[in-house]
């Protein structure tokens, strides 16, 4: 009779080997759905095991402290005894993957993208054909609220004019989401009003070709 042991190394190997073919499989479906090119679905399969590497936040340990941490005594000033935290650059989060559902998408704009700039960067990763495909059942006030709100700071506040033409592809592909009329209708009126300044500075912004997308825009999020 096999031992105990054996047994749950055995088993753990079989959950483990159980885990990888579900990943491996997965990773095919999603480059199968990509319609992409063999080398890049063999790199997306010989990855799908590994996990997106993101900077932690922790604390770590360095043999002494600096200089400047000393008196003139040679005393050690101050607390923290040679620890110090690592620094978070704005826009460090790199997204692994396309999401494949709005739900995916919520948790790592959610989740995973701890600033306006890194949201501003996560919408911009996402395929336009991707946003369509995620929110064609529907597009609920709350993310499309938070996303009006990082296209206000990003666009607006910040006055990036060259940024015009990307939020106007957002925002016309996000009107074509599931259910948008109500959606629109149920935007509290602190994010209506950042609605109509995004349009009046996209207004000064685009070219005056631009003038017939500006009204398609206009009147999809009920601003005629």
């Not at 990509?34 to 997306?44: A, G, P, S």
């Not at 997106?52 to 600096?66: C, F, Y």
């Not at 607390?79 to 692994?96: H, L, N």
């Amino acid at each position: 009779m096999a031992s105990v042991p054996k047994l749950s190394k055995e088993l753990d190997n079989a959950i483990e080997d159980d885990r990888r073919y579900k990943q491996v499989d997965s990773a095919k479906k999603r480059a199968v759905a990509q319609r992409v090119d063999y080398d890049t679905f063999k790199n997306l399969v010989s990855v799908a095991h590994l996990k997106p590497l993101q900077a932690p936040d922790e604390i770590v340990r360095v043999k002494g402290a600096p200089a400047w941490r000393f008196n003139s005594s040679g005393v050690t000033e101050g607390k923290g005894k040679g620890e110090r935290p690592i620094p978070q650059e704005e826009g460090s989060f790199i997204p692994a993957e396309q999401p494949n559902t709005s739900a995916s998408f919520e948790r790592t704009w959610k989740k995973s993208c701890r600033t306006s700039e890194e949201r501003y960067a996560y919408i911009k990763f996402c395929a336009l054909d991707t946003l369509a495909q995620i929110f064609k059942v529907e597009l609920n006030s709350a993310l499309l609220s938070s996303i009006l709100e990082v296209m206000h700071e990003q666009f607006l506040v910040k006055d990036s004019r060259e940024k015009a033409d990307q939020v106007c592809d957002i925002l016309v592909c996000l009107a074509k989401s599931g259910r948008f009329s109500l959606t629109i209708r149920l935007l509290g009126k602190k994010h209506k009003q950042c609605l109509t300044e995004i349009m009046d500075q996209l207004k000064q912004a685009c070219e005056k070709g631009e003038d017939a997308r500006l009204e398609e825009i206009c009147k999809a999020y009920g601003l005629e």
